[in-house]
């Protein structure tokens, strides 16, 4: 039986820019950065309380940085990580917009990759 979801894969160009991001600006950790083959590493960031880890990884083909990404994080509130996150520089292309099932708002990492943020 599935019991979650592992890890989630983000498309990056430069890896140590996007981990600069991440664990800057979003807050996630750096469980793991270790050498993958010899063009890039495999990095793996946890998010407080969650057993979800995202990898960020070059792709040579398929999936490639700077797409609305299939990934929807979720907060407390909307408005108040909105707020701090633009604080640390990070850009919103959608300010928090409640909706009857929650409120969201949409972000963009260092590669133009975009996020839903929304209430869980």
């Known amino acids: 039986m599935i019991r979650g979801v592992k890890f989630a894969t983000i498309p990056v160009t430069d890896q140590d820019r ?5 664990t800057e600006k979003l807050g996630f950790r750096l469980i793991t950065d270790q050498p993958f083959d010899d063009q890039q590493r495999w990095i793996e960031l946890g998010i407080a309380g969650s057993d979800t880890r995202i990898v960020l990884f070059r792709f040579h083909h398929g999936i490639q940085p ?15 990580t909105t707020h701090e996150l633009k604080t640390k520089g990070v ?3 959608m300010e928090p917009k409640k909706e009857d099932w929650g409120t ?3 972000f963009k990492d260092v590669d133009g990759n975009t996020f839903v943020l929304s209430s869980k």
């Open 18 to 22: 996007a981990v600069a991001f991440y």
């Open 66 to 80: 700077g797409t609305q990404m299939n990934v929807t994080f979720w907060t407390d509130d909307v408005e108040v």
């Open 91 to 93: 850009e919103f292309m």
């Open 104 to 106: 969201a708002a949409i």
